[in-house]
């Protein structure tokens, strides 16, 4: 779809594709200008002004932002993790990984459930990585249950997440449209179809359990995706997921112009290509290995000016697109140390030329520091500086100036973008020069060879700063120019990376909350009935704030049926019964203070009640022998308390021993003690066994097996 575009007095120009920033500059330029006309070499004695390269870049930017009155191109990353409830929500693109926030786009509740539509950004994208709810990472099973144990209550969960990549065929919509068909109209079809979106259902609970399930209310929502999936690649001509800057660039240009981004009329794609692979050449890191030149990762506003959604990705990667002499866009680097044309005096191409030292005639400048998201700081705005060693001796104090560019991921490619900007503003020298019609290829390429011999042994790679003016009658071509410091584009990690990340520490999501280490024994009562005894340190020697209180629950292995346990608050230890001797159960403890409930701290393997802690005492003796329809077994033990009863098994002969099924009985032992026992079955040779039992029914060694043979 071709789009339109509003400029000064919201003149309409669409009747043709606006091809560049270098097009749009004219016309600002123009605007400004009180005499207007077209580029031919025929004119009359007129001016021209277009505003080309740097003039756009830099020039051309001041006067967008002012004349144009443009609505702010990306919003800091923390601008944009936060929920609105908005029927209709502002559009935005992901490019790459990044953390999201949600705008809750629709709401209602039917019976005990609330449905929440949150609107992640447009699709399609490739995926999401991982989900937060109230700022905590959670997990979800494979219907979208999220099974942190906050959110569950009874053994069930009581929030589900289904999610739409932004794709026509994979939209779960189905259950929203059953609960609430006054969406699925024909005259009104549901806006966010295409969208990449989540459905929050969230259960109700008893008001009894809404702090502890719902501690802030309903969750707030925040996901990690993995972007905008259809980033054209002019290299393979394909479409897919990427974070190469140049082909988030070009996806951008074809969007914002209405182009196919394969069209070979309309776009240089060897150019673009060309600056691709610039941009995944592989640049080597202080601390060892290497990463991509340039990446783009975060968050476009399509509500922003098409000029400063393509600024956005090109002040990530120093591009320059342009149109080349087809009339087609094309990309190339925007500072650089490679000139396209030369203009030289032994060739008479300078017919007046002014030049003085550069940086005098500006803001002193010799640290740059560049905003990005920094993925580690779990994706937040960071800084990093980037100071001239010459500069700052020269100045003698620090001058700063900020560049932010929210789309840059890495902060060691933030710190080459951050020395590029500096350099672009420390010049060595400014001037201008006014030569013959030659200059007029300047328009195509900005960046020259500035030679002054033989008069002056001066040869340096100079840039064409601003307005370029021809004079028809006079056949003259006048521009401002700047030389910058050599050494700009280099990079040598042992000396341009400047600053190192430093991550803090991984504190807990609720930094007030208090790890517990908690010892569980068992204890016997009067009555001899045994109970779970809990008692509670802060963990790692940390003082456990009076203010503190604790709540203990306990449930059979693997039950899910919490049950509370009596507390102490005074000595910080808790009982809970009735427990049965030989079971075993789980326990989970949480901090409460303030009002304020904490997540629980479980336990990681259950707990087993044992009564009597001795083990069962080996059968001295065992053996069977035969009867007449029965069979005698004999046993020798210790006489000790521990052994009270003894289980016999009587397998065929040959067979394998089920306890389950072979079991004859249990019989109450002592020294020398012998039973005559049933056959149960035929006659026939059976292997006899036996296994000791003590209080508990905690089992002891297989004693056997002995042959019997049962007439």
């Known amino acids: 779809m071709k789009r339109g575009f509003y400029f000064i007095g919201e003149n309409r120009i669409g009747a043709r594709k606006m091809r560049m920033p270098q097009a749009i500059a004219g016309f600002i330029l123009a605007y400004l200008t009180p005499v207007s006309v077209g580029l031919t070499l025929g004119l009359a004695a007129n001016t021209i002004a277009l505003g080309i390269g740097y003039a756009v870049t830099a020039a051309g930017a001041f006067l967008l932002n002012k004349a144009l009155q443009e609505k702010p191109a990306s919003p800091k990353p923390s601008d944009v993790q936060s929920n609105i409830k908005q029927e209709i929500s502002p559009r935005r693109r992901y490019y790459h990984r990044n953390l999201a926030g949600s705008v809750i786009v629709f709401g209602f509740r039917r019976g005990e459930k609330s449905y929440l539509l949150h609107y992640i950004c447009e699709g399609p994208i490739e995926g999401f990585v991982s989900f937060r709810l109230d700022s905590k990472p959670v997990t979800l099973d494979a219907n979208g249950f999220v099974t942190t144990n906050q959110y569950v209550y009874k053994g069930r969960s009581r929030v589900q997440l ?76 394909t479409f897919g997921f990427s974070g ?18 394969d069209d070979e009329d309309e776009i240089n794609l060897r150019s673009f290509a060309d600056f691709a692979d610039h941009c995944d050449e592989n640049v080597a890191l202080r601390g060892g290995g290497t990463e991509k030149r340039y990446r783009c990762a975060g968050m476009l506003s399509l509500d922003a000016e098409n000029e400063a959604r393509l600024l956005e990705i090109a002040k990530i990667c120093n591009a320059d697109v342009y149109l080349d002499e087809q009339g087609r866009f094309a990309v190339r680097e925007k500072m650089r140390s490679t000139p396209g044309i030369a203009l030289r005096a032994r060739n008479g191409d300078h017919l007046s030329i002014q030049m003085e030292g550069g940086r005098s005639l500006q803001q002193l400048f010799n640290t740059a520091k560049f905003q990005y998201t920094e993925p580690a700081l779990n994706y937040k ?52 020069l006014t030569s013959g019609p030659q200059a007029l290829d300047l328009i195509e390429d900005y960046v020259f060879t500035l030679d002054l011999a033989p008069e002056d042994a001066f040869e340096r790679v100079a840039c064409a700063s601003g307005v370029i003016e021809y004079d028809g009658e006079a056949m003259t071509v006048t521009s401002p120019f700047v030389i910058f410091r050599e050494g700009a584009t280099d990079w040598n990690p042992v000396v341009d990376e400047q600053n190192e990340l430093i991550v803090p520490p991984d504190l807990p999501s609720n930094v007030d909350d208090v790890l517990l280490t908690v010892t569980v024994a068992v204890e016997l009562q009067a009555n001899s009935a045994p109970v779970l005894r809990f008692s509670w340190t802060a963990a790692g020697g940390a003082s456990l704030p009076d203010s503190y209180s604790q709540q203990v629950q306990v449930s059979a292995a693997d039950a899910n049926d919490w049950h509370d346990a009596s507390v102490n608050q005074n000595n910080n230890t808790a009982i809970y019964a009735p427990v049965a001797d030989g079971g075993a159960y789980d326990w989970q403890i949480r901090n409460i203070s303030g009002g304020k409930t904490f997540d629980y701290q479980g336990s990681s393997v259950p707990v087993t009640v044992v009564v009597d802690q001795t083990a069962p005492q ?94």
């Open 162 to 237: 289904l999610t739409t990549l932004g794709t026509m065929l994979d939209e779960p919509f189905a259950e929203l449209l059953a609960a609430f068909p006054e969406l699925d109209t024909p005259l009104t079809p549901f806006r966010h179809r295409g969208c990449a979106m989540v459905l929050q259902i969230v259960e109700q609970v008893p008001q009894s359990k809404l702090a502890d399930v719902y501690p802030n209310n309903m969750p707030t929502l925040q996901v990690v995706i993995d972007g905008w999936r259809e980033v054209y690649d002019p290299r393979s001509h």
């Open 244 to 261: 190469n800057a140049g082909s988030c660039l070009l996806t951008e240009v074809a969007d914002v112009y209405g182009l196919n981004p």
């Open 381 to 432: 705005a960071n800084e990093v500086r980037w100071q001239h060693a010459g500069l700052l001796d020269e100045d003698g104090t620090e001058y700063s100036d900020t560049v932010s560019g929210f789309l840059c991921p890495s902060g060691t490619q933030a710190q080459r973008l951050a020395k590029l900007a500096l350099y672009e503003s420390n010049p060595d020298f400014i001037g201008s």
């Open 618 to 711: 080996a059968l001295i003796s065992f053996s069977a022998s035969d009867g007449s329809g029965q069979f005698i077994a004999n046993f020798g033990t210790a006489n000790d308390g521990h052994l009270d009863t003894v289980a016999v098994f009587r397998v065929p002969a040959g067979g394998s021993l089920n306890e389950g099924a072979h079991e004859v009985g249990r019989y109450a032992v002592s020294r020398g003690i012998s039973y005559a026992l049933p056959i149960l079955s035929d006659p026939g040779t059976f292997d006899i066994y036996a296994r000791p039992f003590n209080r508990s029914s905690i089992p002891g060694p297989l004693a056997g097996p002995d042959t019997a043979i049962i007439s």
